[in-house]
């Protein structure tokens, strides 16, 4: 199966007053068709910043530079034209974002809001249209949506407008849906209808999911892969199952330590490990989490490692993981999707 | 559904309050604030003219005796207490009598009842300018900050506004009357003469209105709805205008309209001085250089007047308009 979205070596920097500001330090992955992969970080490792970069949505202020490749259905995104990036934004790739009380335009109904883009993509009239997006938001569980679709966005609640996010950002039927945090801003009861919702749709439509968290839970629930990352840089790579049963990182193993008895408690939050994450202004030699390390060698403040495969479904960059590989002798399976 | 997904509200209570306050108790309220503030202003003249200074050698012609500025106090009553002239003083202005231009030998409303329409003819000629020019430069150069364009205009806009308007109004004579001889210099004949006030008028104050719809516009562009729009797949053409422009057009317009307020507030005055323009402001300063106490006195609560009624009328359209687009 080839891959529906291939990251490959992805940086991103910014040029700030305070320095250059690396967010994204040579980040690969791949995606398959229907696949859904959770990205996992504390607070400022990069997840924001990876998720925009697929579809160039970078500030207007931000004097940013990309490099590496991100392959969609075989085009590069950071190459299109702006008129191709314009076809796939919304129509083959839908994005949900973290705050949904000012994600919504507040001055046009949310119907519109979900109509327009109907409407830009298929073309369809304007009656059409908003008939489609009445059908979504009855979908994504709005109430009575045939009346509330005229309604401005600020007689909704928070998970009620997350849930006309999740309309507006599969109206299309994309094939990927980027979802930035989904639930991070909403109350811990609709947080859950809001993510069942996600996981329910997608399933059902055969969409691609990239899950962007700093919750095991939401990971456990939506995911079939997981992506740690940390400063900037990818730490682990592996399926679900691999990251609860046997996670290799020392950084994944310290988060996963410092979620109590995780798999009763689905909202358990990560926990900081002792130490500050490194600043991304500068140069990070070796590896970035060595400082905070119980099992530091000589050759993790001199060296970066890279991603070693240390097994089927399984990735760690980390040298200890490496030398263990090396005396195991893995066979060189491809990597299996899940 | 569970009825916690329902619950939060979204306006703080304030501004729910306000928004459900009606247009009539809101057009009340901001009578009586206006209404207020003109007895101030009233007060504040009778204050300056009757304690600060003294009346009866304001009343007088520059070459009076002594005998005769003693007459001019009897004759208009200087020699009763205070309140008692504090209050006829109130009765006159309020039922229109503003007294006697001794210049012009007529009553002093009659001599700023003809200069008013030449002003506000200006002031409206000159805001349409400026609010154009403003507007669609703010606009343009905002939605993509840091471009040429932007940069350029920007640096166009500041100098524009950092010009002293007399300054600026001299120069137009200067090159586009006396030099290339387009314009008249000065006065109000036909057409061709309010071209150059007007332009002054529409460089200076449109500077103001780029900035503050420039940073309006940028402020905008930078919510996260504008974010999301734009992963609709959205150009920027269309992202401006759909969406950007619905939230600011009304701030934007509310900022020509502060701005209209802003050149009644005195800088329309200068600008007819420099080009010998027949309203107000030139009428205020021929009458000050004449001691025409009453005219002075008349124009600069006639001035008054307008700026607490534009100011009304701004923030109501405001509202109005604001609760339209609110409860469509
Ligand atoms: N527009 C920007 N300009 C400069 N630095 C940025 C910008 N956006 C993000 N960053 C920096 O990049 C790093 C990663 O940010 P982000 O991707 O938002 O983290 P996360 O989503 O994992 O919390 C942070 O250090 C952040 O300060
Ligand atoms: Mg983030």
Known sequence: ?338 | MSSTDNKESVLPARRRARAGEGIGVLLLRRLRDGIITLLLVVAVIFVLAHVVGDPALVFSPVDASDEEVERIARAFGLDRPFWERFGSYFADIFTGDFGESWWQNRPALAAVAEALPNTIYLTLAGIAGAALTGIVGGVFAGSRPGSLFDRGSNFFSISALSVPNFWLGLLFIVIFSVQLGWFPTSGMFGVSSIVLPALTIAVVHGGRVFQLVRSATVEEMSKPYVRVARSKGFPHRMVLWRHVLRNTGLTTATIAGWEYVRLWGGAVFAIEWVFAWPGIGTLTINAAERQDFFVLQAAVIIAGVFVIVSNLVVDLLYRVIDNRIKSS
């Open chain 1, 1 to 338: 199966m080839s891959a529906l979205l291939e990251v490959k070596d992805l940086s991103v920097s910014f040029e700030t007053r305070g320095g250059v500001v690396r967010a994204v330090d040579g980040l690969s992955f791949s995606l398959g068709a229907g696949e859904s992969l959770g990205i996992v970080g504390e607070s400022g490792s990069g997840k924001t910043v990876s998720s925009l970069s697929i579809l160039r949505l970078f500030g207007l202020f931000d004097d940013v530079s990309v490099s590496g490749k991100i392959l969609f259905e075989g085009r590069d995104l950071l190459r299109v034209s702006e008129a191709e990036l314009s076809r796939i934004r919304g129509g083959k790739i839908g994005m949900v974002f973290q705050d949904p009380l000012t994600s919504l335009n507040p001055v046009m109904p949310v119907g519109e809001q979900v109509a327009e883009s109907i409407r830009f993509h298929t073309g369809a009239s304007r009656p059409q249209a908003h008939r489609r997006a009445v059908e979504m938001l009855d979908r994504v569980g709005i109430p009575d949506a045939n009346k509330r679709c005229e309604e401005l966005p600020h007689s909704f609640s928070g998970g009620m407008r997350q849930r006309v996010m999740v309309a507006i950002a599969l109206a299309c039927e994309p094939k990927l849906l980027i979802a930035d945090e989904p639930t991070t801003a909403l109350d811990v009861t609709v947080q859950a209808q809001v993510l069942l919702l996600l996981d329910e749709l997608r399933r059902e439509m055969g969409i691609a999911l990239i899950m962007i968290t700093h919750d095991f839970g939401v990971v456990a629930a939506t995911a079939d892969r997981v992506l740690v990352m940390y400063a900037a840089q990818p730490m682990e790579h592996c399926s679900i199952h691999h990251l609860f049963q046997r996670a290799n990182h020392p950084y994944t193993e310290g988060l996963l330590r410092l979620v109590p008895r995780f798999e009763h408690q689905v909202h358990g939050r990560l926990h900081p490990i002792e130490g500050q994450p490194p600043a991304l202004t500068e140069e990070i030699v070796g590896c970035p989490f060595a400082p905070r390390c119980s099992f530091t060698l000589d050759r993790c403040k001199q060296e970066r490692p890279p991603l070693f495969r240390i097994g089927p479904d399984h990735e760690s960059a980390c040298w200890l993981a490496a030398e263990r590989a090396e005396r195991e002798t893995l066979p060189d399976k491809p990597w299996k999707a899940v």
